[in-house]
């Protein structure tokens, strides 16, 4: 039983707090995106070519995902990558830093 619930509460710190994750991002494919985080971090805007897409949190094995049927948004540690209708539109993203 206690196993089981270090595992749940464990699970839930799969990604970190939502203003870790808002902020600008930028690919090595040289696509560049923002996101804005929910405070639940149950969704997040996506803003991209001048477009806003709201993504809801989706189940993943590893790592965070949001996304609305179209896009997918993925995301472990400092490492994330953008999906349109399931291919890979932009890879090897990171957040810019803000100063």
Same mark, same amino acid.
């Given at each position: 039983?206690?196993?089981?619930? #270090?595992? %749940?509460?464990?699970?839930?710190?799969?990604?970190?707090?939502?203003?870790?994750?808002?902020?600008?991002?930028?690919?090595?494919?040289?696509?560049?995106?923002? %996101?804005?985080?929910?405070?639940?971090?149950?969704? #997040?805007?996506?803003?991209?070519?001048?477009?806003?897409?709201?993504?809801?949190?989706?189940?993943?094995?590893?790592?965070?995902?949001?996304?609305?049927?179209?896009?997918?948004?993925?995301?472990?540690?400092?490492?994330?990558?953008?999906?349109?209708?399931?291919? #890979? #539109?932009?890879?090897?993203?990171?957040?810019?830093?803000?100063?």
């Amino acid at each position: 039983m206690l196993r089981a619930l #270090v595992f %749940v509460l464990l699970s839930g710190m799969a990604y970190a707090a939502p203003n870790e994750i808002t902020g600008p991002y930028q690919c090595k494919s040289g696509s560049s995106f923002y %996101v804005t985080s929910s405070a639940d971090m149950t969704q #997040v805007r996506l803003r991209m070519d001048g477009r806003i897409y709201d993504l809801d949190e989706q189940r993943t094995a590893s790592g965070a995902a949001w996304g609305d049927g179209q896009w997918l948004w993925w995301t472990k540690g400092s490492d994330s990558f953008l999906e349109r209708n399931t291919v #890979v #539109v932009a890879k090897d993203c990171l957040k810019k830093p803000v100063f």
